[in-house]
């Protein structure tokens, strides 16, 4: 193996971004926290995976939580409550018209 990317399991990848994100990148590297643009984009993905981890939680949460509402019975009937808000937004709509 000639390449020391290949030697340390590192897969060299090109990554195309817009002028703003480049200039994101290269102030991250000048501020002396990153050594080159590499390790900044690796934070970058490491912190996208772990925001998607966190909201994948996050819609668990809510689902098991709309699940034991819903096994307590505590369900809306959906046509009564896009009544109500109809109704809702008519008189709101009338008010507006009358002042």
Not at 41 to 62: C, I, P, Q, W
Not at 86 to 91: D, F, G, N
Request: proline fraction near 3%.
């Amino acid at each position: 193996m000639d390449n020391p990317c290949q030697a340390s399991g590192v897969r060299p990848m090109n990554v195309n971004l817009t002028p703003e994100l480049e200039r994101l990148v290269q102030a991250k590297v000048a501020s002396g926290l990153y050594n080159n643009q590499s390790e900044v984009v690796r934070e970058a993905l490491r912190l996208m995976a772990e925001h998607d981890h966190l909201r994948s939680a996050h819609l668990k949460a809510a689902l098991a939580e709309g699940l034991e509402q819903a096994n307590r019975g505590e369900l809306l009937d959906g046509t009564a409550v896009e009544r109500e808000l109809r109704t809702a937004l008519r008189k709101r709509s009338k008010k507006a018209k009358g002042k």
